[in-house]
């Protein structure tokens, strides 16, 4: 609890990948691939209870066994190819909705830290905003990009008045890491992004979102080169 807020953590996992199969019960490192994300997540001061959404039993007992709640199994409607994200908070909040605030957390985002998540809970509330999304920078400025006519020549995605590469504005992408939202404006809304939603700037070395084999092979490289 944080100013007196009842805060849910949830993290989904569904059986379906397509990009790595059972992506979330891959062996990396000592743990699962899901395991990252539940330990970090359980080392949080702020979160009153983690549960974890999956249309899959496996998924669950494992995610049972590393400590997090599974109160109830998604819905196979829910688990689809074209299922969102939205929904399946939605799902959550309607079977859960004793709680003021809820932070969604992907297994796909296994560098973010307990500091992440607590971080982006307190930058939230600490400015009374009804949502908070984990950004980090980007490598490439949108500024210097372009697409291509059908006569082949260059269209510049964004006006650009930027001679230097110094002289860019800082850009920001979404990271997937945390997305914190206060639960009704949440089922109003229907997503995490909207009028008033702030960000929690995290550095690119925490923001690896896995979702092909070579995500994963610089994970494994990354827990290597760091011990």
Not at 78 to 84: I, N, P, R
Request: hydrophobic share 40%; charged share 25%.
């Amino acid at each position: 609890m944080y100013q007196g807020k009842r805060i849910l953590g949830l993290i989904t996992a569904r059986g379906g990948s397509k990009g790595i199969p059972r992506k979330n019960l891959v062996e990396v490192g000592d743990k699962p691939l899901i395991g990252w994300t539940i330990d970090a997540a359980r080392n949080s001061k702020l979160l009153d209870r983690l549960v974890l959404s999956t249309d899959d039993e496996e998924i669950a007992a494992v995610a049972h066994a590393l400590g997090c709640e599974i109160p109830f199994m998604r819905p196979p409607e829910l688990a689809a190819d074209a299922s969102g994200s939205a929904e399946v908070v939605l799902d959550c909040l309607q079977r859960l909705p004793e709680y003021d605030y809820l932070v969604l957390l992907q297994p796909t985002s296994p560098l973010r830290t307990v500091d992440d998540i607590d971080g982006a809970i307190r930058v939230c509330l600490d400015s009374q905003a009804p949502a908070c999304v984990s950004v980090c920078d980007v490598e490439e400025s949108p500024f210097w990009m372009y697409t291509l006519e059908a006569s082949g020549g260059l269209k510049p995605i964004l006006a650009n008045r930027y001679a230097r590469r110094q002289e860019l504005p800082p850009v920001y992408v979404l990271n997937g890491a945390v997305y914190v939202a206060d639960t009704r404006w949440f089922a109003t809304n229907r997503g995490f992004l909207g009028e008033g939603t702030i960000a929690y700037v995290m550095p690119r070395s925490r923001s690896l979102d896995i979702d092909t084999p070579a995500d994963l092979q610089a994970f494994r490289q990354h827990l290597d080169a760091n011990g």
